[in-house]
């Protein structure tokens, strides 16, 4: 019963953290004019493209854009729940704020992957309408399959590691400012080699690619999975739960 009752109040959590959403003034706007930004591109970047070129910047053009607005959508979630860096009240009375924690992540990744398979199928269609569905890999669904994945991963994990670092700097100006500060410091010691984002080795802070290698690839889910646990310490020092 108890395992069922914890369920249960995962899945109300995360239903609440989405009403919240639904309900809000800006959130879902942001989030469907995130979609909208993609039409653009879509039109030029699709019409222009070689067939080989519209396969291989796949995963970097249906994910870049999702990337940097997953992270600071996670940071406005968590983030606004304080005001100058102090707590609301609605915090103060809410127990269980690590589980409050896991259902905004939750949210985050789920809306990631939503977001990532619309945006990801058009640029896919977009690409076997003008160049044909073998130039898009259509006979190689384990091809298609590991890229989509890929893109899903970074996605989300930027989205997370925007909602950990939006729970422990308890600020959005300070929480961009982080951000911005450690893309500086990725773009220098990058310099030397950068040819965009696919060379970025910490994978997430400045360029949040979806084109990464192996390396970047774990370095987006590390950064996830730590911060979110900093951020799940600062919540049991603060109020325990």
Known sequence: MRAGGTTKTRQH?????????LTGRWQLVGLLAVLAVHALPLLLWGAQAEPALE??????????LLAYAMMFFGVVLTSSEFRFRTVTH??????????????????????????????FTAWWLRGASRHGAAAMRAGRPAEVLSAYLIVVVVVCATGVTGAALGAITRSLGLAAATIALCGLVEAVSDGGRFHGPVTAPSGVLLWPTTETNATSLSAAIA????LTAVASASLRRDLPS
Request: charged letters at 10%.
């Open 13 to 21: 959590l995360v239903a609440t953290e989405l009403l919240k959403i």
């Open 90 to 119: 609605s915090w103060l009375i809410t127990p269980g704020r690590v589980r409050v924690l896991v259902a905004q992540v939750t949210v985050v990744a789920l809306i990631g992957a939503l977001l990532t398979t619309a945006v």
């Open 55 to 64: 396969w291989n910047g796949l995963r970097s053009r249906s994910g870049w």
């Open 223 to 226: 950064w996830a999975v730590i």
